[in-house]
Every structure is written in C-alpha cells, then in structure tokens.
C-alpha cells in the first residue's frame, strides 16, 4: 500500500514537498509514480521515480518545476513541487508501477493507489 501525504493549501508561487509512504513487501516495488486530478478532470500523470535506480520522468507540466526523490531507508518517495500555479491544486496520489515500461503516464499501469493528499493553490 502506498499513502501520499504532505499537501495544504499554499499561495501561488509557493513550494511544498509531498511524501509517498511505501509499506508491504518493498522487495517487490518496481517504480512509484505521482498523479494528480483536479475536480472535475481525469487523474493525470505527474511524475515517476524509480524504486531500484535513478531514473525519473516528467509530465511536461512538471518538468520544470516538480521533482521527484526517493530515500529506499525511510521506504518514501518524495514529489517537490516549487513556483506553485493555481492549476496545480489536486488531490494528488501516489501509486506503484506494475507495467511493462511501454507507457509510465499509463493510469492503469499502476496499483495499490492510497487515498491521496489534497493541494489546493490560492491566487
């Protein structure tokens, strides 16, 4: 199971670091991935960060000012998100990858979804 959490409310330009804690069998954990979905509009892809290497992966939307980190010690997957925009505010989750790497922004390649953390960016 993965939990995201981390999220507030915060004011445009601002920054905040959301975290993503891994339990269960971490022997087994391939990548995490970060999604988020705005009221209204389907869940999309945020960010990917591998659980045995170094790589990452951007939505376009995140490359810039999003990145992704993990500390395999404390089994928790980092998102640090700066210069905030009102269009960032989501509920944001994170998940495990269970694909075959031909698509990482693929929602239905991942699992063990958790209730998600909410972000909400005033202007």
């Known amino acids: 199971q993965l939990q995201a959490c981390g999220g507030g409310l915060v004011r445009?330009?601002?920054?905040?670091?959301l975290s993503c804690a891994?339990?269960?069998r971490t022997s087994s954990m391939y990548a995490v991935g970060w999604f988020r979905q705005a009221p209204g509009k389907e869940r999309e892809f945020v960010a990917f960060m591998s659980w045995i290497s170094t790589r990452t992966y951007y939505a376009d939307s995140a490359l810039v000012r999003f990145t992704v980190s993990r500390d395999n010690a404390k089994n928790t997957v980092y998102l640090q998100m700066n210069s905030l925009k009102p269009e960032d505010t989501a509920v944001y989750y994170c998940a495990a990858y269970r694909g075959d790497n031909s698509n990482l922004k693929n929602v239905h390649e991942y699992a063990s979804w958790g209730p998600g953390t909410l972000v909400t960016v005033s202007s």
């Open 22 to 24: 891994v339990s269960g």
């Open 12 to 17: 445009t330009g601002d920054s905040l670091r």
